[in-house]
T-cell receptor, first 116, second 116 residues
Framework: SAVISQKPSRDICQRGTSLTIQCQVD?????MFWYRQQPGQSLTLIAT?????????ESGFVIDKFPISRPNLTFSTLTVSNMSPEDSSIYLC?????????????FGPGTRLTVL | AQSVTQLDSQVPVFEEAPVELRCNYS??????LFWYVQYPNQGLQLLLK??????LVKGINGFEAEFNKSQTSFHLRKPSVHISDTAEYFC??????????????FGTGTQLKVEL
């Protein structure tokens, strides 16, 4: 299994500002994912982050709003840009050690973001 | 595309009673199925997964789930619950062997509340 930490664990931000969330894994992994969990709703995949290439975004999410970095096999960041109250959510990163659909995905504890 | 329906948003149950959390899915392709649990202020933890073979899958903490292809269901069960099982439970699916990792589609979650 993989141990995943996220920073910050929570934050309260002002409208129009940006926040960068860090995700650190205790072992090298191939796939890293970023999810959003809006209040009272399920998890929605934002993007897949692979080391050495640009992130792949899901429908409804764009790089200008959610830029992602993946500088190595144990670390990734997600930035929430020009925030509005609608961005208030829990943001979770997850990792996989393999490339196939049978691999277990491990999740971090999440970053709880409140935008005023 | 895939979708997952968890009809019960909340399930109250008394300690030591049995419980079933329902999950139905829709997909035009074959899928793998997962159940995750989220304890308060923690990340998601994998309970069990169905990839192939026996349709009855046993997971951690005494949980099991049965895959029913004809009914497109993957209900989670436990014969006797404990207070510590109080948590949010998410059903998820991913298409078989996409080669791009597990792009999980989650249901909206079921809050299991175990009472004394």
């Amino acid at each position: 299994s993989a141990v995943i930490s996220q920073k910050p664990s929570r934050d309260i931000c002002q409208r129009g500002t940006s926040l960068t969330i860090q995700c650190q894994v205790d072992s090298q992994v191939t796939m890293m994912f970023w999810y959003r969990q809006q209040p009272g709703q399920s998890l929605t995949l934002i993007a897949t982050a692979n080391q050495g290439s640009e992130a792949t975004y899901e429908s409804g999410f764009v790089i200008d709003k959610f830029p992602i970095s993946r500088p190595n096999l144990t670390f990734s960041t997600l930035t929430v840009s020009n925030m509005s109250p609608e961005d208030s959510s829990i943001y979770l990163c997850s990792v996989e050690s393999g490339w196939t659909s049978t691999d277990t995905q491990y999740f971090g504890p999440g970053t709880r973001l409140t935008v005023l | 595309a895939q979708s997952v329906t968890q009809l019960d948003s909340q399930v109250p149950v008394f300690e030591e009673a049995p419980v079933e959390l329902r999950c139905n899915y829709s997909s035009s392709v074959s899928v793998y199925l997962f159940w995750y649990v989220q304890y308060p202020n923690q990340g998601l933890q994998l309970l069990l997964k169905y990839l192939s073979g026996s349709t009855l899958v046993k997971g951690i903490n005494g949980f099991e789930a049965e895959f029913n292809k004809s009914q497109t269901s993957f209900h989670l069960r436990k014969p006797s619950v404990h207070i510590s099982d109080t948590a949010e439970y998410f059903c998820a699916v991913t298409p078989l062997d996409t080669g791009g990792g597990n792009k999980l589609t989650f249901g909206t979650g079921t809050q299991l509340k175990v009472e004394l």
